[in-house]
């Protein structure tokens, strides 16, 4: 079957091979000629013709009609002497059988048409009487070429079968490395929201510790001092229940995958791992924990606005919200640039997507909400990158700029229709 199975054209060691099966049909054939027969007694003509008639099958995959040409042109004469006719079959069947096994149906219906002619014709000019006998030889002249063209279309059928099969290995393998680098992506994006928002919420809290402490020392107002600290502390516990959310799910990634396990093994593990780690991370924050979101502004020192018209927002949409307005709400606290900042945040419903509104009358600017600009040019953050890449996830778009009188102005537009492609 292996045999069968392998594209004759393109096998190793083809001619070798084939050198070796002609000298053993050849010894075969020899052995045929010395058990005797019907026809003359064999001599060195007979010998001679016979031999070349198996020679040119050394090149019967390499040029098969050649070949084919090569033991009819040796093999004529042969018949034309009246020898043996048992002997050259082997010859005779092999090189037909190439010949419709390596070719298109045309070549060997062309040359199935050739070669029954001038045999039918050759037997009726030699043995008129020999209908019967001329039968039998197309006979067995079609039946090795339907074999041929048999085994041709099987290995077509074959081939066809492994090529799909090495596609589709290749795209779930490529299907499980762009989820992984999906989940990591989104990894990334989560944990820049997290820690961008609490550390900033953080040093903004401690500012005010520090200026209560130092704006008049003889008048200490211990209760503002302990609500700073206190509002510090509370930052941190949730940042940190976060953080530990996020580990988990990384743990959990490097458990299922196993440390030193097979590369190809480690990409089919994440990529089925990935399916369920949106379970892992609890239940995604949507736009009913906004009101937290505001909140944390207003204890930062900014008054925040809230306003949302919505109501059976999609979870993913929900959660793209979310991060989008907690990320344009961090970076107008940080860049605002004034002490009386006010943030506007708007959420509805219009036109089957759900419209959010982020802005704030701030100064500062371009490095204004998700801007991505440090202060006192420092390093470019990702915060506009990433809440485009939130739009993107759930099909929406995001647009970031200048308010139309000041401050900067955050909009993003996500339509409801895509409940069912988070990330």
Same mark, same amino acid.
């Given at each position: 079957?292996?045999?069968?199975?392998?594209?004759?054209?393109?096998?190793?060691?083809?001619?070798?091979?084939? !050198?070796?099966?002609?000298?053993?049909?050849?010894?075969?054939?020899?052995?045929?000629?010395?058990?005797?027969?019907?026809?003359?007694?064999?001599? /060195?003509?007979?010998?001679?013709?016979?031999?070349?008639?198996?020679?040119?099958?050394?090149?019967?995959?390499? &040029? +098969?009609?050649?070949?084919?040409? =090569?033991?009819?042109?040796?093999?004529? +004469?042969?018949?034309?002497?009246?020898?043996?006719?048992? +002997?050259?079959?082997?010859?005779?069947?092999?090189?037909?059988?190439?010949?419709?096994?390596?070719?298109?149906?045309? @070549?060997?219906?062309?040359?199935? %048409?050739?070669?029954? =002619?001038?045999?039918?014709?050759?037997?009726?000019?030699? *043995?008129? *009487?020999?209908?019967?006998?001329?039968?039998?030889?197309?006979?067995?002249?079609?039946?090795?070429?339907?074999?041929?063209?048999?085994? @041709?279309?099987?290995?077509?059928?074959?081939?066809?079968?492994?090529?799909?099969?090495?596609?589709?290995?290749?795209?779930?393998?490529?299907?499980?490395?762009?989820? %992984? %680098?999906?989940?990591?992506?989104?990894?990334?994006?989560?944990?820049?929201?997290?820690?961008?928002?609490?550390?900033?919420?953080?040093?903004?809290?401690?500012?005010?510790?520090?200026?209560?402490?130092?704006?008049?020392?003889?008048?200490?107002?211990?209760?503002?001092?302990?609500?700073?600290?206190?509002?510090?502390?509370?930052?941190? @516990?949730?940042? &940190?229940?976060?953080? @530990?959310?996020?580990?988990?799910?990384?743990?959990? /990634?490097?458990?299922?995958?196993?440390?030193?396990?097979?590369?190809?093994?480690?990409?089919?593990?994440?990529?089925?791992?990935?399916?369920? !780690?949106? *379970?892992?991370?609890?239940?995604?924050?949507?736009i009913d924990g906004l009101a937290g979101l505001a909140e944390s502004g207003r204890m930062a020192g900014a008054k %925040?606005?809230?306003s949302v018209r919505a109501d059976g927002i999609p979870p993913s949409v929900g959660a793209a919200a979310y991060r989008?307005?907690?990320?344009?709400?961090?970076?107008?606290?940080?860049?605002?640039?004034?002490?009386?900042?006010?943030?506007?945040?708007?959420?509805?419903?219009?036109?089957?997507?759900?419209?959010?509104?982020?802005?704030?009358?701030?100064?500062?600017?371009? !490095?204004?909400?998700?801007? =991505? !600009?440090?202060?006192?040019?420092?390093?470019?953050?990702?915060?506009?990158?990433?809440?485009?890449?939130?739009?993107?996830?759930?099909?929406?778009?995001?647009?970031?700029?200048?308010?139309?009188?000041?401050?900067?102005?955050?909009?993003?537009?996500?339509?409801?229709?895509?409940?069912?492609?988070?990330?």
């Amino acid at each position: 079957m292996s045999a069968i199975n392998r594209e004759p054209l393109t096998a190793p060691h083809r001619t070798r091979n084939d !050198a070796v099966l002609a000298l053993g049909v050849a010894v075969l054939a020899f052995a045929i000629t010395l058990m005797g027969g019907e026809g003359v007694r064999p001599g /060195h003509l007979s010998w001679t013709l016979l031999l070349a008639g198996y020679v040119p099958l050394v090149w019967r995959r390499r &040029r +098969p009609v050649a070949a084919l040409l =090569g033991v009819v042109a040796c093999m004529a +004469p042969y018949y034309a002497f009246d020898y043996n006719p048992a +002997p050259p079959v082997p010859a005779i069947v092999l090189a037909l059988y190439t010949v419709a096994a390596t070719g298109a149906v045309r @070549r060997t219906l062309l040359t199935g %048409v050739a070669v029954l =002619g001038s045999t039918v014709i050759s037997n009726g000019i030699t *043995d008129q *009487d020999g209908a019967l006998e001329s039968l039998e030889i197309s006979g067995w002249i079609i039946a090795v070429l339907v074999v041929g063209i048999a085994v @041709r279309y099987y290995r077509l059928y074959v081939a066809s079968i492994v090529e799909r099969a090495e596609r589709a290995e290749r795209t779930r393998e490529e299907e499980a490395r762009r989820r %992984v %680098v999906e989940e990591r992506l989104r990894m990334a994006r989560d944990l820049h929201d997290l820690l961008a928002h609490s550390i900033t919420l953080i040093g903004v809290q401690t500012s005010v510790a520090a200026h209560v402490l130092t704006a008049d020392p003889e008048r200490l107002d211990r209760k503002a001092v302990a609500q700073a600290l206190d509002d510090i502390a509370g930052t941190c @516990r949730a940042a &940190r229940g976060e953080l @530990r959310t996020t580990l988990e799910v990384l743990r959990a /990634h490097d458990t299922v995958v196993g440390v030193g396990a097979d590369p190809g093994a480690r990409a089919g593990s994440l990529s089925g791992s990935v399916s369920g !780690a949106e *379970d892992m991370w609890g239940p995604l924050p949507g736009i009913d924990g906004l009101a937290g979101l505001a909140e944390s502004g207003r204890m930062a020192g900014a008054k %925040v606005e809230l306003s949302v018209r919505a109501d059976g927002i999609p979870p993913s949409v929900g959660a793209a919200a979310y991060r989008i307005v907690q990320e344009a709400l961090t970076n107008a606290v940080r860049h605002g640039g004034r002490e009386d900042l006010t943030v506007r945040v708007g959420l509805w419903t219009a036109d089957g997507a759900l419209r959010v509104s982020v802005r704030d009358d701030g100064t500062g600017g371009g !490095a204004g909400p998700g801007g =991505g !600009a440090a202060p006192s040019g420092g390093t470019p953050g990702f915060g506009l990158v990433g809440m485009r890449e939130r739009a993107r996830s759930v099909g929406g778009t995001l647009d970031a700029g200048p308010g139309p009188a000041e401050g900067f102005e955050v909009t993003a537009t996500l339509p409801l229709s895509r409940e069912d492609e988070v990330r």
